[in-house]
């Protein structure tokens, strides 16, 4: 629901992350947000799993977007999502939060879903 609220969105991007799907997952998430009228910001993160309290340092942030590999994926999420003051999403869960699909209860981590 926050995300829904959400007027600025921050793209995290993993430096890792260099594909040419990254980059078009990077391109048509940062569309979304801004065919929605939010504003989007795009930041290159390393080790975010090692130290979630970076995301803290921009207040004027209302919600994040994961892009990076499956392995740094899965180390976030293994980190407490009730600690977090600000949501971080998939790419999926924006999808979902700006009405761009309906949760079918299906989760996906491939990017040409």
């Keep these: 629901n926050k995300t829904k ?11 890792t992350s260099n594909s040419h799907s990254f980059r078009r997952l990077l ?7 801004q065919s929605t009228g939010r504003t989007a910001y795009t930041f290159s993160v390393g080790k975010l799993s090692s130290s979630p309290s970076k995301l803290t340092n921009f207040a004027e942030i209302d919600a994040f977007v994961l892009i ?7 180390k976030f999420w293994r980190m407490e999502r009730e600690e977090m003051v600000v949501p971080v999403l998939t790419p999926l869960e924006l999808d979902v939060a700006l009405g761009f699909r309906e949760w079918d209860g299906r989760y996906s981590c491939d990017f040409g879903d």
Excluded: D, P, Q
């Design 27 to 33: 391109a048509r998430t940062r569309a979304r947000i």
């Design 5 to 15: 609220l959400a007027t600025t969105i921050a793209i995290l991007i993993g430096t």
């Design 68 to 74: 990076a590999c499956g392995e740094s994926v899965a």
